[in-house]
């Protein structure tokens, strides 16, 4: 499962607690990846990131599908919009697993509230920015129904929403 959204959208809290969920299961948090990068990185929200982000993205494909190969159920915690879709769909077409895409979106100033309160390194903190990637996760076309709506919900309901929507398949994205 892909859990995605803007910063400050819970996709750590949430994926930390939807791991709880599943036995054996494996989070993989896409802030991590990035941070594999110790010279040439650039900030994934900057112009002259694309390719970074294409092999960041590839990496992270070919990490989950095998795990999920492997008989893990596996969460993937990162900012993957739509447009970044594609290595997921090859990896788990290849692989024989199931994708599915959740994204978290609250509205605009519940995710600024949350993002820029962040304190870790490399967290993305600065609201221009965040309303940058929050803007891209507006309109996901069809995939509009991998949407879940956090702003008025807890932690708690959030992940419940998840699960109920995995149960019912409605994140499931089409190889």
């Keep these: 499962m ?16 939807l791991t709880s969920h599943f036995e054996p ?13 110790k010279r040439g990185w650039i900030a994934p929200w900057l112009a002259g990131s694309r390719r970074q982000n294409e092999v960041v993205m590839g990496v992270l494909a070919t990490a989950a599908c095998g795990y999920a190969t492997g008989g893990y159920q596996v969460i993937c915690d990162a900012l993957i919009g739509p447009w970044y879709l594609e290595p997921f769909r090859a990896a788990a ?42 803007s891209q996760f507006a309109d996901l076309g069809d995939l509009e129904p991998n949407a879940v709506d956090s702003t008025a919900l807890s932690v708690p309901e959030t992940v419940t929403s998840v699960l109920t929507g995995l149960a019912a398949g409605r994140f499931l994205v089409p190889g």
């Design 93 to 134: 077409a290849g692989s024989g697993v199931a994708l599915h895409y959740v994204v978290l979106r609250p509205d605009e100033p519940t995710a600024l509230q949350r993002a820029t309160r962040r304190t870790t390194a490399r967290a993305l903190t600065d609201p221009e920015p965040v309303r940058f990637l929050h």
């Design 2 to 17: 892909l859990l995605s959204g803007p910063s400050g959208a819970g996709k750590s809290t949430v994926a930390g607690l």
């Design 25 to 37: 299961a494996v989070e993989l948090h896409g802030d991590n990846f990035w941070g594999y990068i």
